[in-house]
T-cell receptor, first 116, second 116 residues
Framework: AQTVTQSQPEMSVQEAETVTLSCTYD???????LFWYKQPPSRQMILVIR??????QNATENRFSVNFQKAAKSFSLKISDSQLGDAAMYFC?????????????FGKGITLSVRP | NAGVTQTPKFQVLKTGQSMTLQCAQD?????MSWYRQDPGMGLRLIHY???????DQGEVPNGYNVSRSTTEDFPLRLLSAAPSQTSVYFC???????????????FGPGTRLTVL
């Protein structure tokens, strides 16, 4: 079974600075997807960024980018120019390509606080 | 386009009572899932469905039933509520992961359930 590990329960960053959130996963599959979701206090789950394993190029979405290391099974999220609105819980998630692996498996999440 | 809707938003039950959490989506998604979110545990999969008439168990299925008679609806039934089922419940839907462009999961707003 796939597992997703987020080892840091909490992180803090100064406004306008850069922060990196770590995530590792375990799988025997070669084709899969990785996601970062944001959950603000409103509780709504918001997709931040996604990466397809067969693509070597790291995904970027405005101030958000990932460092995808397939061999190391690492998928970290970098937030540049942090803003107060970035304060939230962030979840890393894995999704396989077929069958039972097509379920979405989440890490336990990391709470990010942004200092003004 | 309402996306994924869940009702109710809040519910308080007494131990032993039964109830159904409703979930509906209007995006013609094949995949639908139910998760529960507990502090420090991330989101854990309860049940999921890959299409009308097809359901399967996730990581924590005990005490819950599902059925999927239509593409749009995926209700979650608590048969005999227990305090351990106090949690926030999320419904999510997506296209198949074989759709490389549009396979991220969309989440409903969640239901906060308290069992006394």
């Amino acid at each position: 079974a796939q597992t997703v590990t987020q080892s840091q329960p909490e992180m803090s960053v100064q406004e306008a600075e850069t922060v990196t959130l770590s995530c590792t996963y375990d799988t025997s599959e070669s084709d899969y997807y990785l996601f970062w979701y944001k959950q603000p206090p409103s509780r709504q789950m918001i997709l931040v960024i996604r990466q397809e394993a067969y693509k070597q190029q790291n995904a970027t979405e405005n101030r958000f980018s990932v460092n995808f290391q397939k061999a190391a099974k690492s998928f970290s999220l970098k937030i540049s120019d942090s803003q107060l609105g970035d304060a939230a819980m962030y979840f890393c998630a894995y999704r396989g390509y077929t069958g039972a692996n097509s379920k979405l498996t989440f890490g336990k999440g990391i709470t990010l606080s942004v200092r003004p | 386009n309402a996306g994924v809707t869940q009702t109710p938003k809040f519910q308080v039950l007494k131990t032993g009572q039964s109830m159904t959490l409703q979930c509906a989506q209007d995006m013609n998604h094949e995949y639908m899932s139910w998760y529960r979110q507990d502090p420090g545990m991330g989101l854990r999969l309860i049940h999921y469905s890959v299409g009308a008439g097809i359901t399967d168990q996730g990581e924590v299925p005990n005490g819950y039933n599902v059925s999927r008679s239509t593409t749009e609806d995926f209700p979650l039934r608590l048969l005999s509520a227990a305090p351990s089922q106090t949690s926030v419940y999320f419904c999510a839907s997506s296209y198949s992961p074989r759709d490389r462009l549009y396979n991220e999961q969309f989440f409903g707003p969640g239901t906060r359930l308290t069992v006394l």
